[in-house]
C-alpha cells in the first residue's frame, strides 16, 4: 500500500534524477564553444516500483571539421585520438588539434601537453605542414625538400564509449576501453582544420525547456501531496 511519505519521497527522488539531466544538459550547451567536446547524454528509465533512473553515455561521434587557416591546427577525420603527455608523464587522448610550439620548439597543446611523446620543430625553420598521415613537415629553405620532424600518433580503442572523459575534451583509458592501438599510416588528419562539438545546440535547449516544464509539475505535485498529508494528520489529531 502507497503511503503519502512514500509518493513524497519518489518525487523528490525523481525530481533531484530530473536534476541530474538538467545538469548534463547545460554542461553540454556550456561547451558548445569547445574544440571536439563530445556530448553527455543522461538516459532516463522507469523501475518497476516507479523510480526515475538514468544512464550515462558519451556520444563519441565525430563532430563537423572547420577550416582555421592556422598552421599549428590540425582534425581528425573518421575514429581516432591523439595521445599527449602532461608534465608528469600521465597520458591522455584527445581529438582536439588546437596546437602551439613552447619555447623549447615542441609542439604541444593549448593547455601544455606534449603532442605524442615530443614533437620539436628546428629553429628558423621556413615552411611548416602536416601530412594526412600525421608527419610533421618542416622546410629550411624555401625551395628546398621538407623534412620530417616527427609524426602526430593517431590511436583508436576497442570500445571507446568507455574512456573517461575529463577537462571537457580529453580522455583517460579504462579497463573497459582497451588498450589503444596505434594507427600507422592513417591517412586521417586534417591539416589546418579544428573539430567543432557534435552537441545539436537546439536540441539541448529544447531539452532544458521540457526539462523546466517537467520538473515545475513535479514540485506542483509534491505539494498536493504535502497538503493532502497535512490535512489527513489534522484530521487525525
Request: charged share 20%; hydrophobic share 35%; glycine share 10%.
Amino acid at each position: 500500500m502507497t503511503t503519502f511519505q512514500g509518493l513524497l519521497r519518489k518525487n523528490i527522488i525523481n525530481a533531484n534524477t530530473q536534476f541530474e539531466r538538467l545538469a548534463y544538459v547545460s554542461n553540454n550547451i556550456a561547451n558548445m564553444n569547445t574544440t571536439a567536446y563530445k556530448g553527455v547524454t543522461f538516459e532516463q528509465y522507469l523501475t518497476a516500483d516507479g523510480y526515475l533512473k538514468g544512464v550515462v553515455k558519451h556520444d563519441q561521434r565525430p563532430g563537423k571539421l572547420m577550416v582555421t587557416g592556422n598552421k599549428f591546427d590540425f582534425g581528425i577525420e573518421g575514429q581516432g585520438y591523439v595521445p599527449v603527455t602532461s608534465e608528469n608523464g600521465e597520458i591522455k587522448y584527445t581529438r582536439d588539434g588546437s596546437m602551439k610550439q613552447n619555447k623549447d620548439g615542441y609542439l604541444i597543446t593549448t593547455d601544455g601537453y606534449l603532442i605524442g611523446d615530443g614533437i620539436k620543430l628546428p629553429i628558423n625553420y621556413e615552411d611548416f605542414s602536416i601530412k594526412s598521415n600525421g608527419d610533421v613537415m618542416v622546410t629550411m629553405v624555401r625551395g628546398e625538400k621538407p623534412l620530417k620532424v616527427g609524426t602526430i600518433p593517431v590511436v583508436v580503442f576497442q570500445n571507446p564509449d568507455e574512456l573517461e572523459c575529463i577537462d571537457g575534451n580529453k580522455y583517460l583509458q579504462t579497463e573497459g576501453s582497451g588498450e589503444p592501438l596505434l594507427l600507422v599510416n592513417s591517412d586521417r588528419v586534417a591539416h589546418q582544420k579544428l573539430e567543432r562539438t557534435n552537441v545539436n545546440t537546439f536540441g539541448e535547449v529544447q531539452k532544458v525547456m521540457r526539462l523546466n516544464a517537467s520538473m515545475l509539475a513535479s514540485m506542483k505535485m509534491m505539494n498536493v501531496i504535502n497538503d493532502m498529508y497535512e490535512k489527513s494528520i489534522n484530521l487525525q489529531g
